[in-house]
């Protein structure tokens, strides 16, 4: 089966400046996640969609960051405006439900000068 | 809230030794799911445990559940040099519904 797909592969932006990251799912998995990884450490939940739904947005910074999953296939995270802590590596993954686990895609690799 | 920590944050052992990682959680899990990141990949899924006191192997990796259902191990038999990454252990936050908080993960060097 085709793994989850993301794009861009890497990304170089000035602070203050907007971005997007794509992610296309496993076909026919429910359950989407966007999850931020620092340098170092373990992956942070950003959002977890359930088909178009959003199920956990506890830990996503509103004020900048924004994610939508139309039609419960495709997911976009954007960050607007981008600082300097936002440098990490942007990973997507999906699973076929809630609780089943997690398929992760290559990542984004942000980096924000 | 939930935390999920793991111990050694990093290990280097010569190739033919074994290795051991602990994860202990704050809150008692439905489940535990170990994955593994190469160095400059993407975390890999390797097993889920649900039961308490669970035992599973695979080939030289052993993962144990605790009693408790707070804490998990995994032990890797006579390392080799494709050992080599980070191993993280998550929880589900909340219940069984998802939400997997990953714990800030062990890694491993093998020197050949």
């Known amino acids: 089966e085709a793994g989850v797909a993301q794009s861009p592969r890497y990304k170089i932006i000035e602070k203050r400046q907007s971005v997007a990251f794509w992610c296309n799912p496993i076909s026919g998995h429910a359950t989407l996640y966007w999850y931020q990884q620092i340098l170092g450490q373990g992956p942070k939940l950003l959002i977890q969609?359930?088909?178009?739904?959003?199920?956990?947005d506890s830990q996503l910074p509103k004020d900048r960051f924004s994610a939508e999953r139309l039609k419960g296939v495709d997911s976009t995270l954007k960050i607007q405006p981008a600082k300097l802590e936002d440098s990490a590596v942007y990973l997507c993954?999906?699973?076929?439900?809630?609780?089943?686990?997690?398929?992760f895609g290559n990542g984004t690799r942000l980096t924000v000068t | 809230g939930q935390q999920v920590m793991q111990i050694p944050q990093y290990q280097h052992v010569q190739e033919g030794e074994d290795f051991t990682t602990y994860c202990n959680s704050s809150?008692?899990?439905?489940?535990i799911q170990w994955y593994k990141q190469r160095p400059g990949g993407h975390p890999v899924f390797l097993i889920q445990l649900v039961k308490s006191g669970e035992v599973k192997k695979q080939k030289r990796l052993t993962f144990q559940f605790g009693e408790a259902k707070k804490n998990s191990s995994l032990h890797i038999t006579a390392t080799q040099t494709t050992d080599v990454g980070t191993y993280f252990c998550a929880g589900p936050r909340g219940g069984n519904t998802g939400k997997l908080i990953f714990g800030q993960g062990t890694t491993l060097q093998v020197k050949p």
């Open positions: 809150t008692t899990l439905s489940n």
């Open positions: 993954a999906s699973s076929v439900s809630g609780n089943s686990p997690l398929h």
């Open positions: 969609f359930q088909n178009n739904g959003v199920v956990d």
